[in-house]
């Protein structure tokens, strides 16, 4: 991995970290629209790896949603990150 890409995965790292600890207790857009037209309590819970945005296991709401941020931004370079490989793969 070149040092540039290196550099943007830890700078990412980082912004995901600082700003969990800014995050809203609020309900997303989606789950506000739900509640206010009344179908918030009709939704089944869908069974996910981080619900809420919370790591499980991890003691405190702040580090709980700072470890999700730091496995989220790590799969989603990895994604990106084979996709160009791919790519560039076909394209030689």
Known sequence: MSKNITMVLLLS??????????????????????????FLGSAGDT??????????????????????????VALTFGIFLLAAKLLKAKKA
């Open 13 to 38: 790292i980082g912004v995901a970290i600082i700003a969990s600890f800014f995050a809203s207790g609020s309900p997303d857009g989606l789950e506000w629209v739900a509640e206010n037209l009344g």
């Open 47 to 72: 069974p996910g790896a981080m619900p809420d945005y919370l790591f499980p296991g991890v003691n405190g709401e702040g580090l709980a949603t700072a470890a999700a941020g730091v496995i989220g």
